[in-house]
T-cell receptor
Framework: GDSVTQMEGPVTLSEEAFLTINCTYT??????LFWYVQYPGEGLQLLLK?????DKGSNKGFEATYRKETTSFHLEKGSVQVSDSAVYFC??????????FGAGTRLFVKA | IAGITQAPTSQILAAGRRMTLRCTQD?????MYWYRQDLGLGLRLIHY???????GKGEVPDGYSVSRANTDDFPLTLASAVPSQTSVYFC??????????????FGPGTRLTVL
């Protein structure tokens, strides 16, 4: 079945450092890919998404490119801030009702 | 715009008791979902509803039931709570249950502890 694997955390960075959170997927079809972010004490919210191969999703300085050849959707940000501290979830949706979530990666950003 | 509201915010419950978690959305979304979030496991789908009057089972439905009498409300019931149902529960909605690029909108969650 479909699945999402993302790097284990926590990831701890200093402010202004470069961020990469790896995400790979397996899917039988051509899924849409998502990154959701969960700030402390809140529900998940969409950060960005991409719906087809080579698409780049971007928002709030975060980017991820849909790489079909490597089945990956890595999240990057050039300069993280303390306010980016959160849990990040990679997810896919391959038609139908179900979204498959990764286990989540916790990011801590130190001032 | 409130989006999705959930109640209660948190609850401590004795094993064997019945509990209903409430979820209401004001976005007129067709599809609604219940997830549980457990450390290291991400989110797992419990039940879903593509439209009012229909429901379906997700990945971990045992011990839970849902109903969808109207568009806005999607309550989750634990008929007889057990300690393994201790978790954080999130309700979510999306415009369409079948669109492959659908974005889901999440409520703030209910933290449930079963003793």
């Amino acid at each position: 079945g479909d699945s999402v694997t993302q790097m284990e955390g926590p990831v701890t960075l200093s402010e202004e450092a470069f961020l990469t959170i790896n995400c790979t997927y397996t899917a039988t079809g051509y899924p849409s890919l998502f990154w959701y972010v969960q700030y402390p004490g809140e529900g998940l919210q969409l950060l960005l998404k991409a719906t087809k191969a080579d698409d780049k999703g971007s928002n709030k300085g975060f980017e991820a490119t849909y790489r079909k050849e490597t089945t990956s959707f890595h999240l990057e940000k050039g300069s993280v801030q303390v306010s980016d501290s959160a849990v990040y979830f990679c997810a896919l949706r391959d038609g139908g009702f179900k979204t498959i979530f990764g286990a989540g990666t916790r990011l801590f950003v130190k001032a | 715009i409130a989006g999705i509201t959930q109640a209660p915010t948190s609850q401590i419950l004795a094993a064997g008791r019945r509990m209903t978690l409430r979820c209401t959305q004001d976005m007129r979304h067709n599809a609604m979902y219940w997830y549980r979030q457990d450390l290291g496991l991400g989110l797992r789908l419990i039940h879903y509803s593509n439209t009012a009057g229909t429901t379906g089972k997700g990945e971990v439905p045992d011990g839970y039931s849902v109903s969808r009498a109207n568009t806005d409300d999607f309550p989750l019931t634990l008929a007889s709570a057990v300690p393994s149902q201790t978790s954080v529960y999130f309700c979510a909605s999306s415009d369409s249950g079948s669109a492959w690029a659908d974005t889901q909108y999440f409520g703030p969650g209910t933290r449930l502890t079963v003793l």
